[in-house]
């Protein structure tokens, strides 16, 4: 059928190498699923680029993480390890191969050096941050509201609204990458809660898309932070994949392909979005509402533990992944969704792809308005040889961050800061949270209202945190630093003086 033919090719684009499931096991280990199942073999290890590499007698050290060579079985080498290493490798017999194309969920240089400088100075100046926060809040209690249907006893409804609402007060009006982070990690932690309670009747169990023990006993080395310890979280990473790939289309379609799928907070190393640190996520609503399709099929018992294949890694460790027809049904819950209606701050979309549509591009022209004013405005900094004021445009200063003085850089975050604010108003600008209907939209907002009235509470928050830990200065993205060392325009010099 041709729609067998499209899921194919669907599958076959996917990106991310580290979400395990069948056409991504080859990636990794150089054989095929059936064949890792048969020899109970260990999963390869990956050198990326960046990791110091060390044999300390019968142990081999990548990054800080140690292995035994009798261990190793298979190694990707993406750095060029030292020949010595690598004889002593393949003389324990391990197979061992030299990759020069790194490959992953985002492509190296996908945006442009001037861009990812705007980029950057909205990441130093946190100047999305608590936006970004409120919307993953909102997917949060979008997606249980829409649940809510599913629950035999209502009465748990508001305990769980609560948490979720307790973790929104610990980030709220916080400009600290650290502590929006920590509260959306917690309201996502309330999300796999709730969901666990309604799919525990049918035996899966979400562990948080996160294999805890390999990655506590540092088993690996890289990106495999969402592999399938669980038949549920083979389901749900994989569910989610699909939906985060309907992005990358849409992104690939617009020709806007430097935004990347996880916008600023994923970490992927081959990715200069990677190094945003911002709590914004742009395929957060359409996980949200992924994760919704996927619990309701799990309900209806559209999808069952025969659409999942256990395999043993790691010593003996068991991952999960969904089969090909598990996939199939996966792929056609993916395609309801974006088919359907929604809404969206009081707006009837005819579907959810359009909604998507639109967000995109009005992020887009957000970040350019952005960029605009970066390249426009300037602050004025002393020098310290001739004793006056030099005014410098705000976006050269930013490819000087590390180096700037305190009191240089706290100016520039702050200009910084003030722009995204003003622009962000001056568009009207709110990320897109997925709405089923308007009675849940109209309960998510009255839940944001009630819970910023207690906002007072914590408005030291963020001072406290900064007092206990201190100020960490922010790292500029590969791409800029890489403009930096190539620009021919003549080096600030004088600003890294204090």
């Not at 999963?43 to 019968?58: A, E, F, K």
């Not at 506590?216 to 699909?242: C, E, I, W």
């Not at 705000?394 to 003003?422: M, N, S, T």
């Amino acid at each position: 059928m041709n729609e067998k033919n499209n899921l194919k090719q669907y599958i076959r684009c996917v990106k991310d190498c580290s979400h395990i499931f069948y056409d991504q096991i080859y990636q990794l280990t150089g054989l095929e699923a059936e064949e890792i199942e048969q020899a109970k073999t260990n999963l390869g290890i990956p050198i990326y680029q960046g990791y110091d590499v060390r044999l300390i007698d019968d142990d081999l050290f990548i990054g800080d993480v140690k292995y035994k060579l009798k261990d190793i079985k298979y190694i990707f080498d993406y750095t060029g390890i030292q020949e010595e290493i690598k004889q002593r490798l393949l003389d324990n017999g391990c197979y061992y191969e030299r990759k020069t194309n790194l490959s992953g969920w985002f492509k190296v240089e996908r945006i442009e050096p001037k861009r990812a400088v705007y980029v950057d100075a909205i990441r130093l100046s946190n100047g999305f941050n608590n936006l970004y926060l409120k919307s993953a809040i909102k997917s949060d209690l979008s997606t249980i509201f829409a649940l809510q249907g599913m629950i035999s006893d209502q009465r748990m409804l508001k305990k769980y609204v609560d948490k979720i609402g307790d973790a929104y007060l610990h980030g709220f009006h916080s400009h600290a990458n650290k502590l929006c982070n920590s509260a959306e990690g917690i309201a996502a932690n309330v999300l796999w809660e709730f969901t666990n309670k309604l799919i525990s009747p049918y035996d899966f169990k979400i562990s948080y898309r996160i294999s805890d023990r390999l990655i506590r006993l540092k088993r690996m080395v890289g990106n495999y932070n969402s592999m399938a310890g669980t038949p549920a979280d083979a389901l749900f990473n994989t569910s989610y994949q699909f939906n985060e790939e309907e992005m990358w289309k849409l992104l690939e379609e617009k020709d806007i392909n430097y935004l990347g799928v996880g916008g600023f907070s994923h970490f992927s190393i081959n990715s200069d979005l990677s190094w945003m640190g911002l709590p914004l996520d742009l395929s957060d609503s359409l996980k949200k509402a992924g994760h919704y399709k996927l619990v309701d099929a799990i309900l209806a018992e559209e999808i069952t533990h025969d659409d999942i294949k256990r395999l043993t890694a790691f010593k003996g460790e068991r991952i999960y992944t969904v089969t090909r027809y598990g996939c199939e049904i996966l792929y056609e819950k993916k395609e309801e969704l974006f088919e359907s209606p929604c809404i969206y701050r009081g707006k009837q979309y005819s579907s959810f792809r359009d909604a998507c549509k639109e967000e995109i591009d009005k992020f887009d022209l957000l970040l350019t308005n952005i960029g605009d004013r970066l390249e426009e405005e300037h602050l004025p900094i002393k020098n310290p040889d001739f004793g006056n004021n030099l005014a410098v445009k705000l976006w050269r200063l930013v490819l000087e961050w590390e180096y700037l003085p305190a009191k240089v850089r706290k100016d520039l975050g702050e200009h910084a800061f003030q722009i995204c604010q003003e622009e962000i108003q001056k568009l009207d600008f709110q990320p897109l949270v997925w709405m089923r209907s308007k009675h849940i939209e109209q309960r998510v907002n009255q839940e944001i209202a009630n819970f910023e009235e207690l906002a007072f509470l914590f408005s030291d928050r963020e001072e406290e945190h900064h007092q206990k830990h201190g100020e960490k200065i922010g790292q500029l993205s590969p791409i800029t630093q890489e403009f930096r060392e190539t620009l021919l325009e003549l080096p600030v010099s004088w600003i890294n003086l204090e």
